[in-house]
């Protein structure tokens, strides 16, 4: 298993591994699977900041990992939110936890302190592997979203990247890291 920065290249393998997501769950609140060209286009964005990886097997992407943006205020730039997907050919074998563990060091290598994931609940898989990953439960956001004939809460779970400084420095754009 490799663990590296997704390349555009690597965009339709992506979107056939969140496009089920998509279509067939309220795991994303998203109801139509994005355009292969938006879907690029949103890697793109994120990549000028944030990390974006793949988890590569024998040629294969079977997972992707990447953190966004957690809110605009000027005061929210050391937080991020995170979201791992896995294809089910490659669930259960430690995927998502070597995509976050690669993803958090290089988040804490930027100078990010607190990571923040949004999980539509119930869903004890991703639960379980956000708490093995140091995710602690910090709210629920309850029926926030509307999909697929009912309403749906959103459990919110934080991780501490990193010990929280005074008068911390900006991070920097993952560009400036690799």
């Known amino acids: 298993m490799t663990i590296r920065f997704a390349k555009l290249t690597d965009t339709p393998a ?3 591994i969140y496009a ?3 279509n067939n769950s309220a795991i994303t609140f998203e109801y139509v699977v994005p355009t292969l060209s938006d879907f690029s286009e949103r890697i793109q964005i994120i990549q000028e900041q944030f990390p974006y990886l793949v988890a590569e097997s024998d040629g294969r992407v079977l997972g992707y990992a990447y953190a966004s943006r957690h809110r605009d205020r ?8 995170t979201s791992v997907y896995v294809h089910p050919d490659g669930q259960r074998q430690g995927i998502a936890r070597q995509l976050y563990t690669s993803l958090f060091d290089l988040l804490r290598r ?4 607190n990571a923040y994931a949004g999980i539509t609940a119930p869903n004890q898989k991703s639960e379980a592997l956000h708490q093995a990953m140091g995710f602690e439960p910090i709210g629920i956001y309850p029926n926030v979203g509307y999909k697929l004939g009912a309403w749906h809460d959103v459990a919110w779970f934080k991780l501490i990247l990193q010990p929280h400084q005074v008068n911390p420095t900006r991070p920097v754009p993952i560009t400036r890291i690799i």
């Open 20 to 22: 089920p997501y998509v």
């Open 14 to 16: 992506i979107l056939a």
């Open 110 to 113: 930027q100078g990010y302190y």
């Open 74 to 81: 000027m005061a929210y730039q050391w937080a991020v939110e």
